[in-house]
């Protein structure tokens, strides 16, 4: 699927697709979430890295009055009339991410007189973590900006996404994912704090790359885990506030306090808390860490994030558990956890230059000895975020 994704193959398949040529195509990157696992909505920080791998929106205007959406990944293409934004199901619900995106833009005072079509190319797998449906917003929110004379500053792009996915489409997502699609820079990683909604670039040193295993297993009950993580964690920020009543967020409590919750505190609940405090603590460590150059000790906090969460919150799997336990121990390999929500999804690494296709089809060829299955390896580097590109 690699190689897929330039504007070229952009422009190519709108012009199948619609018979003309596009008149305006953007390029938004995945992104891995580098440390700080469940923080974000217990008001911690998080840091994320756009890496290189692309959702291309091409878009032109009609004459009639309707609004196309074509995805290579689609046989279909989804139809409404401009004004309908009622939402699409079954195969075509993967066009309610733009839909979202231009009924968001129409809200915030976008003036459509005309119809509209767009088509997506992507060599970013979908459904593995790495944010393929804020590279979709964004990609679609450029492209769609410039057909009607719109340019969406940085800041106006991550609200319309989120807002998109948030509202329109009713998912929980934090601000992690359009906020790295939009804001990473080459060689840097993205800095988060959650509570304050501000952000910070910090570069990454070295000929570091980014090695991602996606297991390709997602758990049939990830959303009723999600939930029940999230009320865990608002359980432990409830009992915490009887001891620390000016408490804000879960993050910003003392560890030890965990030590004098209620005696039939369920032990899960004091185990989540703990987690999200202390991968918390790791995300500063790791700026801290990245500003003085001390690779080793990121190395360290990667691993250790892993553990806790096979150990404290819980929501690796063993698939990702055999992932992040070979790479740890791979030489060319810095550190690697889960990243994302977990139960599924990725393992992501970061590993010096040196590691290539040999040592992931090594890693592949062990944990298939395992599981059966082989993970999809890509092998990425920190890239820049997104924006428009040239139709030529
Ligand atoms: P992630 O964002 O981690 O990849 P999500 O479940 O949040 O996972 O988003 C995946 C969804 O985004 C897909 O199910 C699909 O609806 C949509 N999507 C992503 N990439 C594409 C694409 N190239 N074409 C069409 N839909 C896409
Ligand atoms: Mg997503």
Redesign the pocket.
Known sequence: MKDSATPGAAADFYRSIYGSECEALARAPGRIEFIGNHTDYNGGRVAGAAVDRF?VAAAGRRSDRAVCFA?A??PETAFRELGDFRKFSGAL??AN?PLGIFSVMTARGLHASYGLNLA?V?D?P?????????A?EVAAALAIGRVYGENPSATDLVAIGRTAENRFLGLPSGPLDQSVCVHGRENHLVFIDCKHLSMELVPLPGPYRIAIFNSGISHSLVDSLYAQRHNECAEALRLLRVIHPDLENLVDAPEPALDHLPADTPPAVAMRARHVIREHGRVAETREALRSGDMPLIGRLLRESHASSRTLFENSCPELDTLAGLLNEHPKVLGARLS?GGFGGSVMALVSREFGETDARAIADCYESVHGGRPEFLHCAVTGGAGPVSTR
Not at 126 to 134: E, F, T, V
């Open positions: 959702v995805s990944l689609s619900a993967w991410y997506i992507s970013l979908a459904g593995a973590g790495l944010s393929s449906s804020a979709l994302g």
